[in-house]
């Protein structure tokens, strides 16, 4: 049962072609992982915001280049690996980390 003040961590599917997630306003996100194949994000919330703002997901494969200021108010997520051996590494807004 879940009470007032309360957290809960939820999950958040996120695909390869998506540069932002919806969430909870004030959502923490915690890691990354795959779950059957998909990216998901986990993330804890406040189970009182009935207010959604579109995070910030930044998806880089190993090898692939970006320039440094590209990631500036960014934070280090975690790093999935696939499969098919294939390498990401998510990046978020620091203030959610």
Known sequence: MIEDNMKSIWKFPISFNSKSVSVPKGT???????Q?????????????????VNA???ILGTGWGVEE?????????????????????FFV????K
């Open 28 to 34: 923490k996100f915690l890691s990354v992982q795959v």
């Open 36 to 52: 059957t194949g998909q990216p998901v994000i986990w993330g804890l919330i406040d189970v009182e915001s009935s207010y959604h």
């Open 56 to 58: 910030d997901v930044l």
């Open 69 to 89: 200021d590209y990631l500036k108010g960014l934070s280090f997520l975690g790093t999935i690996q696939l499969h098919n051996g294939l390498v990401f590494h």
């Open 93 to 96: 807004p620091e203030e959610m």
